[in-house]
């Protein structure tokens, strides 16, 4: 299911880490926050789509093994979309309010 999105519209992106927070759970368990920031994505027809998308990666870690981490559960959310149009509806409501 991914060999499409990535050898097209994903076939030039880039993700790049903008910062990482951890926060420890117990002494075996994290949950670390990724703000993440992705550009060089296409349309399905080629063209390129200059805008550049942002979100944030929740995974939970796990030690199973002495100095093994491995992944439990992760959440990629590209969440910058709903807080502005969340936040803009909020304002024209306000706006009407007044």
Do not use: C
């Not at 796990?62 to 439990?72: D, H, P």
């Amino acid at each position: 299911m991914h060999v499409y999105p990535f050898t097209s519209v994903l076939g030039e992106a880039a993700l790049t880490s903008k910062s990482l927070r951890i926060k420890w759970i117990k002494d075996d368990v994290a949950s670390i926050d990724v703000a993440w920031e992705s550009r060089g994505h296409k349309t399905p027809d080629g063209t390129p789509i200059p805008n550049v998308r942002s979100g944030l990666l929740n995974l939970v870690s796990r030690e199973e093994q002495k100095g093994v981490w491995k992944i439990v559960v992760g959440h990629n959310v590209d969440y910058i979309t709903t807080y502005i149009q969340s936040d803009r509806k909020r304002a024209i409501e306000q706006k009407e309010r007044e």
